[in-house]
Every structure is written in C-alpha cells, then in structure tokens.
C-alpha cells in the first residue's frame, strides 16, 4: 500500500533539493515519485496511473508556477512546474 500524501512530499523535497533555487519541472516530480513507488513496492503489482496522482498531489500541495512559458514547448502541461 502506498500512502500518496507521503509520497507527494517525498518527491516535492527530493525535487527542491536536487535542483537549486527550487525549480523544476512535472517530469522531475514524476521521476521522483516512480522511484518512491519502486522502492515501496519492489516488485509487487502497483495500480496503474499511481505516479501521476502522486505528482498530482505534490503540484496542488507544495508546488507554485512562477515561469512564463517562452516557447510553444513550455505551454505543454508535461513541461511545466
């Protein structure tokens, strides 16, 4: 069983402190939640679409948008945060 709140500030935290300033994008938070489920799992059968609430959840709890985007690339959802 994995708890999402717990996990939504595990990867928020990782998140800050790998990049300096404290910025960083969804798929960072989404490669910090994959590996939060993998370690909490490890091996056993997860249900699908678990990381994306994960992320979810770090977003509307810990996380704040302050970037314009510049390009058409950036106004993609996968490419903010």
């Not at 300033?21 to 939640?33: I, K, M, T």
């Not at 799992?41 to 314009?68: F, H, K, M, N, Q």
Request: charged fraction near 25%.
């Amino acid at each position: 069983m994995v708890d999402v709140a717990l996990a939504a500030v595990d990867a928020a935290a990782t998140g800050l402190a790998m990049n300096g300033g404290g910025l960083f994008h969804r798929r960072d938070l989404l490669a910090e939640a994959c590996r939060h489920v993998a370690l909490v799992v490890r091996g056993r059968r997860r249900e699908p679409g678990l990381d994306e609430r994960i992320v979810d959840a770090a977003i509307t709890t810990y996380c704040l948008d302050i970037s314009e985007p510049k390009t058409l690339r950036g106004l993609m959802p996968a490419h903010r945060f």
